[in-house]
């Protein structure tokens, strides 16, 4: 290969960061992991850590002045922290810095090489985003835990801990979403009475709101065995889904991305009826992120139809 014909492409999460290397034919040539780059949940020391641990690794056996581009899409990104990356490259020999933007357009555009289109997002908030001409266009929803992101993976956790605390409130039967949701709170230490499980419950889950995320797993594997207080819920967040994307979808493919989403399960197959059903829509799923970075990366360098072309290799 000759300098210049590589690309970077980041995707720094929350959860874990992945860095990707390509040849401009779409070909990976490198690919790192590492803990969470979100600057915002991790503070910038620690996010610069990570996505330069999974650079180094992404880069291992490569030459780094063969890269002609870098896309670094971080979720809670800042300004200042474009001059953090920007010193992480010069440190590891890249000779420009990444291009700094929200994760947001690179899950877009791990679903679809089309310019055009609305992604739908719902991990562990949910938003979607209507872009036109790869440019980004209109957002509803996202508006963080506690008054939006609803269908999220935290609203399902808060929705299935609410319902099971109301049914033991009441003295009801529970059901198997009921049982996952007492043992993940209480594990084998049950109350004298269900009341007290409630109660219990309730301030558990106020003292830690990170204990409801991983619910929203509880109510999709419930769901998908039939209970009834599972599937309600999945198809409550669905419909709320599916009514974030009507207040800015025009035409075009839906991306479907985030774990809610990606996943196979109940909630994803309901929103992926709802869509189909009202707009007839192309509904694709997200694929490697840290692909799509470096496929946003290497896009001023192809013809356009070559592009949309190898967008399956980057992604893939």
């Not at 979607?128 to 996202?142: I, K, N, Q, V, W």
């Not at 769901?223 to 025009?250: N, Q």
């Amino acid at each position: 290969m000759e300098r210049g014909d590589m690309v970077v492409g980041v995707d720094a999460g929350a959860t874990s960061t992945r860095v990707a290397v390509h040849a401009l034919d779409g070909g990976r040539l490198g690919y790192g992991t590492a803990g969470g780059g979100n600057p915002s949940a991790h503070g910038a020391q620690a996010a610069s850590a990570a996505i330069g641990a999974a650079l180094t690794r992404a880069l291992e056996g490569l030459d780094p002045s063969r890269v002609s581009r870098s896309v670094a899409g971080v979720a809670g990104n800042s300004l200042t922290f474009g001059a953090v990356l920007d010193k992480l490259w010069a440190d590891h020999g890249l000779p420009l810095g990444p291009l700094l933007m929200n994760d947001v357009p690179i899950a877009y555009a791990a679903g679809s090489a089309e310019p055009s289109g609305t992604l739908l997002l719902s991990g562990t908030g949910a938003v979607a985003a209507r872009f036109t001409a790869r440019a980004l266009d209109e957002m509803s929803d996202g508006l963080g835990w506690l008054l939006g992101d609803a269908g999220s993976g935290f609203w399902i956790g808060r929705a299935a801990a609410k319902a099971v605390v109301h049914a033991l409130d009441r003295g009801e039967p529970g059901g198997l979403l009921s049982d996952l949701v007492v043992a993940h709170f209480l594990g084998d230490d049950r109350g004298p009475t269900p009341r007290r499980e409630a109660e219990r419950i309730v301030r558990l889950a106020m003292a830690d709101r990170t204990t409801l995320g991983p619910l929203a797993g509880m109510v999709s594997r419930a769901a998908a065995e039939g209970d009834p207080m599972a599937s309600e819920i999945a198809e409550r967040a669905a419909a709320h889904l599916a009514a974030t994307v009507a207040r800015v979808y025009d035409g075009g493919p839906i991306v479907l991305a985030g774990s809610v989403l990606t996943n196979e399960g109940p909630v994803r197959q309901a929103v992926q009826r709802l869509l189909e059903q009202r707009w007839e829509a192309k509904v694709a799923v997200a694929r490697d992120g840290a692909g799509a970075a470096a496929w946003l990366a290497a896009l001023d360098l192809l013809p356009e139809a070559a592009a949309a072309r190898l967008h399956p290799a980057f992604t893939g």
